[in-house]
Every structure is written in structure tokens, then in C-alpha cells.
């Protein structure tokens, strides 16, 4: 694990895949540094293991499911529930199977998702924000991988500043910033922000898809779940949710969903119209995220400077940077900012 991770994230879910993907042929994925394999096992439980064979090492991903678990391509040892051997080809039937198993970890599903817990006893569920969203408002996902260290990632969907350049009359216009108040306030999971200020936003994407708002806040739920959440006028309420989740230092995956209630949008719809942009917005993110680490490699060892306007950073560094955890932060933090 790379020393720039707090170890207590192990105890926390961390999303690894979409359930549509894990299937009962195996599926390779690298979290933390960490390769797994993931399968169906025949009554459609999902196995987590460490993507080698206890025998002789052999990747389990490359292995077959058979009725007895999944079995490795090299010796056919096959593992099931939690891990266990099941079956050894070539042992005799009045010898016992070895007293050995593939390391296992916790899985659940959840909002379409496949959640992993690293550790072997931590939180019992994933967050309860994401656990408490209606059931039948998810209206699409999408999975990328990003070129950019977790926190760095994180601090991009989170920080409404960039946009102006980053995303130019998409999401908002340099030329049309209005003053506005943020509030950032820690709860039991992580923490939210309030902007207040701004019930109209001056890009394309609010003209074409929006309407007045009552409300724009933020949620985040350690270790890796971000959400802005947009309530309007008219009752309807959008949430964008992204579960962000390292494949090693520099490289993260994020997971997309789109959540609409209280408002006639058919996924076909949304797809057809929303999506465009919005896959248009994520593209220009992670073309910046990437030219950002590009940079960090260049100069490494280099520190970031920071000011009142980065609200998220330091709440975001105390949860993966094992060096953050004892900086002591506000329990509420309110700043001014034109957006």
C-alpha cells in the first residue's frame, strides 16, 4: 500500500465494480494496489478474492467457475465461499482436503454497484447515503479511470472554482461570476457543503436541463463518495453521485450515477440528452487531472499551496493521508467565494 494512504480506509466500502459487469466468469480489478478477482458463484453470491492461487500463486482471474467455486487454470484448485478449498483434482477421496484458502474480502452490493471492505472487520455497510436513495431513481451509471492521485480526483468534482475555465460556458462563465456562501459542516460520515447565493448558474447545461433552485449541496462520505445534490423550485430534486476508489497512487477509478426524482426523465431521455454533456464534462476533467499528474511527476517532492477558497482539501487529505490524520479541522468552516 502506498505510504501515502491512511490505513484506516481499509475498514471503510470502497466500490470495485458495476454488478452488471461481475458475472460467473472472473473479473480482474486492481484496488490499492491490491489485485482481486471477482465471480458469481452458482447462487449468484459475489466472491472477492486475492487474485492468486495459495497453491502455487497462479492468477485466479484467469481461472473458470465451476460448481464447486472457482477454480484455478494451473492445478485446478477451486475455492468458494470465504475462500475455502473445495475440491484438489488428483487427491485421493479418503484423503482430506489441505487446511488452506485464497485470502477473501467482504463484499455487498449495492445501487448497482460492487462494493469491497479491505479489511478484514471495519463498517458494516456501505454509506447510508447512499443506502437511503429511492429505490427506481437511478437513471444511469458510467465507470472511467482517471490518470490522478485519489484526493486530487476527489478535490476536482468537489471544487466549484475550475469550472469556469475548465468547463467554459458548459457550466459556468468566467464573465458571470455572482457572490456566494459556502458552508462546510463534519457529520458522522465525512461532510457536507451548503452553497448559498446561486439559484440560477450561468452555463449551457442549467439553460438547456435546469430550473431555479432551492438548494446546492454537497455530501461526502469517507473514504471515496461524492455527491451534489440540487433540489428545485418545483420539487424535483438531481443528485450526481461519484464513487472514487485508487488503482494505485496515480491512477483511480470512478464510478458515475445519475439520480433524478420528482420529475419526468426516462433513462432513454437522459441518455440522449443529458449524457452528451455530461460525458463531455467528465472528459475535460480527466484531460486535466491528467496533465496535473503529468506535472506532479515532473516536480516531485512539490507542495501545493493552498488557500480559505480550498475548502474540501484538508477534510479530504485527513481521510487517505496517513500523515493528515492528526491535523485538527473546524467542525463547521463558512467562506465567501464568487462563483
Given amino acids: 500500500m502506498s505510504k501515502y494512504w491512511n ?18 466468469k472472473p473479473l480482474a480489478v486492481t484496488i490499492m494496489d491490491k489485485p482481486m478477482v471477482l465471480v458469481r458463484l452458482p447462487g449468484q453470491q459475489i466472491l472477492a478474492l486475492e487474485d492468486r492461487c495459495p497453491h502455487r500463486q497462479a492468477p485466479l482471474s484467469q ?13 485446478g484448485w477451486t475455492f468458494g465461499e470465504q ?9 485421493p477421496a ?6 488452506v ?14 462494493w469491497v471492505r479491505l479489511a478484514a472487520s471495519g ?4 454509506p447510508a447515503l447512499i443506502a437511503d436513495l429511492p429505490a427506481g431513481s437511478r437513471k444511469f451509471m458510467w465507470q472511467a479511470k482517471w490518470q490522478a492521485d485519489i484526493v486530487n480526483a476527489m478535490e476536482n468534482f468537489l471544487d466549484p472554482l475550475h469550472t469556469h475555465l475548465v468547463h467554459p460556458g458548459l457550466v459556468r462563465r468566467d464573465n458571470r461570476r455572482s457572490r456566494m456562501q459556502a458552508s462546510l459542516t463534519k457529520t458522522a460520515e465525512g461532510f457536507t457543503v451548503d452553497y448559498q447565493g446561486q439559484p440560477e448558474q ?10 431555479p433552485r432551492l438548494s446546492e449541496r454537497v455530501y461526502f462520505a469517507q473514504p471515496g463518495t461524492a455527491q451534489i445534490e440540487y433540489r428545485y423550485q418545483n420539487g424535483s430534486i438531481v443528485r450526481i453521485t461519484l464513487h472514487f476508489t485508487p488503482e494505485g497512487a496515480s491512477t483511480t477509478h470512478v464510478f458515475a450515477t445519475l439520480h433524478v426524482e420528482n420529475r419526468w426523465a426516462p433513462a432513454w431521455l437522459l441518455r440522449a440528452t443529458v449524457w452528451p454533456f455530461l460525458k463531455r464534462v467528465a472528459q475535460q476533467d ?6 496535473q499528474e503529468q506535472n506532479l511527476q515532473k516536480f516531485p517532492g512539490s507542495h501545493p499551496v493552498s488557500t480559505s477558497l480550498d475548502l474540501v482539501r484538508p477534510y479530504l487529505e485527513q481521510v487517505w493521508r496517513e500523515d493528515k490524520t492528526d491535523v485538527e479541522l473546524p467542525l463547521i468552516k463558512t467562506i465567501a467565494l464568487d462563483l
Fill in 202 to 211: 450561468s452555463g449551457l447545461l442549467y439553460r438547456l436541463f435546469e430550473s
Fill in 83 to 91: 475462500g475455502r478449498c473445495t475440491s484438489v483434482p488428483g487427491l
Fill in 101 to 114: 484458502a485464497a485470502r477473501y474480502y467482504a463484499v455487498q452490493e449495492l445501487d448497482g454497484l460492487v
Fill in 7 to 24: 490505513p484506516q480506509v481499509r475498514k471503510h466500502w470502497l466500490v470495485v465494480a458495476r454488478s452488471e459487469c461481475v458475472s460467473h
Fill in 94 to 99: 479418503d484423503q482430506c482436503l489441505p487446511a
Fill in 123 to 126: 463498517d458494516l455497510a456501505p
Fill in 286 to 291: 480527466a484531460r486535466m487531472l491528467a496533465l
Fill in 63 to 75: 481461472g473458470r467457475m465451476t460448481s464447486e467455486g472457482l477454480q484455478c487454470p494451473y492445478h
